[in-house]
């Protein structure tokens, strides 16, 4: 089983920062990659940031400049530095822990409970 905590959202004025971290807790399992999405009220859930095991990243374009990911504390957490924030940015965040269990070959997708994130004056 994987445990996974975020937290960090918030309200924020534009051109603000917030950083948002992401736990992953548990045993017996292999971390493939961290990922971030969000959605915002009516809209699809969209991929925002990801980085793999081995510290490949990755951005969205409505993202990349402004946003950063990274590993921290042993690869136990990733942290999305957001900055330069937009109204636009505004959603529920949710962090994603693509893991495989035991010795298990099949990824599976694990969730956070999700962070709200609101960029308004």
Known sequence: ??????????????GGSLRLSCAASGSGFSIVAWNWYRQAPGKD???????????VAMLD???????TISRDNGENRVTLQM???KPEDTAV?????????GYS???LKYWGQGTQVT???
């Open 45 to 55: 859930r969209e991929l925002v940031a990801g980085i793999t095991s081995g510290g």
């Open 1 to 14: 089983q994987v445990q996974v905590d975020e937290s960090g959202g918030g309200l924020v004025q534009p």
């Open 83 to 85: 900055n330069s924030l």
């Open 93 to 101: 965040y949710y962090c994603n822990v693509d893991a495989r269990l």
């Open 119 to 121: 960029v308004s004056s």
């Open 105 to 107: 070959h099949t990824i």
């Open 61 to 67: 374009d409505s993202v990349s400049g402004r946003f």
